[in-house]
């Protein structure tokens, strides 16, 4: 590469990297709004959607791990037309099974339109006909989620950048607690980033009623492509004897912090040199962490809190203190 293409991609990464940091200091809209719309919304239709949603294709947009995803067009009654997506949960079962299911599913989501946070995924509402169950409609992130967003951005993204990213991720994880509510499956693809940046938290409170909903293990209903930000005692069958949880939890959504915190610090998913989630799988059922990076990406004092995250479930510190471990830490 010559000196003067080298300036050039310099100067573009600088660039990016300001546009960024910009859009970082813009203000929120105010409190709640993205939650307002959904209120008003509910108190005209009772949270269902289906009728006010265009543009659905024959198949789904894209496939989370335990959902298919449509990009749909939410026609808003006296204010516009946004974009939001339609996660439609996959299931299996019998007919009255799915009865069942819809009531619990319908309940859940009548709670989740209640949380009102900034960093927490709001819930517009349900519809149907998306699948066997009501889908969850909610605003389409743009920017995708928090491992595409690093895979495309990482090195124009600043540390104090990644650091707000961090403290947002947790204010709405201990908002989330503070609400009865276990997230139970936090990883890279189920943090979103915003059209400023901010992060955004979704599909919290799902892996809890997925495993009440399925008869077969953790692993394989709830977490799927979550396995690599999982702690290990979801791997296990509790028993009074040993230091497990077997089941979503506080602790677990600690766990799965340290990972991201990993995460957005490196740029690297969890276990990043093994290509398939069977052998992640064994090594963290065998007590193996995560190796430490480069010292250039992750300082003894930022791995250090993450290594708290990742002791024995009962040792972990709580989300208040993740808090301010992290806005301790030096950019």
Known sequence: MSESEHDNRFSAQSWVGAVIEFL????????????????????????????????????????????????????????????????????HGSDLDKERKSKRLSKAIEGWLE???????????????????????????????????????????????????????????????????????LSGSNVFINDLGRACVADFGMAALLLEFSSES??????????????????????????????????????????????VLSGKIPYHYFQRDTQVFFAISTGVKPLHPDTSCVNDAQWSVIQQCWLAPRQRPIMEKLHYLVNELEV
């Open 115 to 185: 949380l009102d946070h900034d960093n927490v995924m709001p819930i517009f509402g349900m519809a149907l006909g998306f699948g066997p169950l009501p889908a969850l409609v909610c605003p389409w992130m743009e920017n995708g989620t928090l491992t595409h967003y690093l895979e495309q951005n990482y090195h124009q993204i600043t540390a104090s950048a990644r650091k707000a990213l961090l403290l947002e991720i947790i204010s709405a994880v201990l908002y989330l607690h503070d609400h009865g509510v276990i997230h139970g499956s």
């Open 218 to 263: 953790y692993f394989s209903s709830s977490i799927g492509g979550a396995v690599r930000w999982i702690g290990p005692e979801l791997f296990q069958v509790p028993d009074d004897s040993s230091d497990s949880v077997g089941f979503p939890s506080t602790q677990g959504d600690v766990y799965s912090f340290g990972c991201i915190m990993l995460q």
């Open 24 to 91: 970082r200091q813009l203000p929120l809209p105010s409190p709640g709004w993205w939650q307002d719309q959904a209120h008003s919304t509910n108190r005209q239709t009772s949270g269902i959607l289906t009728g006010q949603l265009e543009g659905r294709g024959s198949y789904p947009t894209t496939y989370g791990g335990y959902c298919d995803v449509w990009k749909c067009s939410w026609r808003r009654k006296d204010s516009g037309t946004i974009g939001v997506a339609v996660k439609s949960v996959r299931i």
